[in-house]
């Protein structure tokens, strides 16, 4: 069974840091996916990554996907208040496409 | 596009009393998934469709039933609601494939009383 875990969980950064979230997952898996979710809120589809040494960029959150550690990391280059909100990650249990969710980090950036 | 529709967005209900979550996408998309969250845990998969007609109980499925007639609708049906069916739920599609995530609906937010 599929285990995804995200540390860390609450993240209170300045704006203008850098920051990792890691996102660590215990069976084989050659995807993994982000979203991000604004409060009360739903949640948004950031990043697919669907091979070993996958890297995805948009603005300031660069993902990328190592298989062979099964992590995979969402980097915040100079974060902005913007980018606060919860993300999480997503891995496939077995294949298909169902997803099992990490429990998510809460990310606040203060001003 | 309308995407993902979930109806109602906020819905109180007693204890044994029963409803209907209702959820549209006009996206033609085969797959369909339930959701709950709870806070600090993540999302849980209620029930999945993998296309009308066809469905698949995932992590929680209990307490709770699905179906799907047609490509469009994944209601999902809560009998005899109890406190531990208090969350937030999600209805998500996607087209199939690894190459897409999901696209999720705005919500429902429930609390059984």
């Known amino acids: 069974e599929l285990k995804v875990e995200q540390n860390p969980l609450f993240l209170s950064m300045q704006e203008g840091k850098n920051y990792t979230i890691y996102c660590n997952y215990s069976?084989?898996?050659?995807?993994l996916y982000w979203y991000r979710q604004d409060p009360g809120k739903s949640l948004e589809s950031l990043f697919v990554?669907?091979?070993?040494?996958a890297v995805k960029q948009e603005g300031r959150l660069m993902a990328s996907l190592d298989t062979k550690a099964r992590l995979s990391t969402l980097h915040i280059t100079a974060a902005v208040h913007d980018l606060s909100a919860t993300y999480f990650c997503?891995?496939?249990?077995?294949?298909?496409?169902?997803?099992?969710f990490g429990a998510g980090t809460i990310l606040r950036v203060k001003s | 596009n309308a995407g993902v529709t979930q109806t109602p967005k906020f819905r109180i209900l007693k204890i044994g009393q029963s409803m209907t979550l209702q959820c549209a996408q006009d996206?033609?998309?085969?797959?369909m998934y339930w959701y709950r969250q709870d806070p600090g845990m993540g999302l849980k998969l209620i029930y999945y469709?993998?296309?009308?007609?066809?469905?698949d109980k995932g992590e929680v499925p209990n307490g709770y039933n699905v179906s799907r007639s047609t490509t469009e609708d994944f209601p999902l049906r809560l009998e005899l609601a109890a406190p531990s069916q208090t969350s937030v739920y999600f209805c998500?599609?996607?087209?199939?494939?690894?190459?897409?995530?999901?696209?999720f609906g705005s919500g429902t937010r429930l609390t059984v009383v």
């Open positions: 469709s993998v296309g009308a007609g066809i469905t």
């Open positions: 998500a599609s996607n087209p199939g494939g690894t190459n897409y995530g999901y696209t």
């Open positions: 990554l669907l091979s070993n040494g």
């Open positions: 996206m033609n998309h085969n797959y």
């Open positions: 069976t084989t898996s050659d995807r």
């Open positions: 997503a891995g496939p249990p077995g294949g298909g496409n169902k997803l099992v």
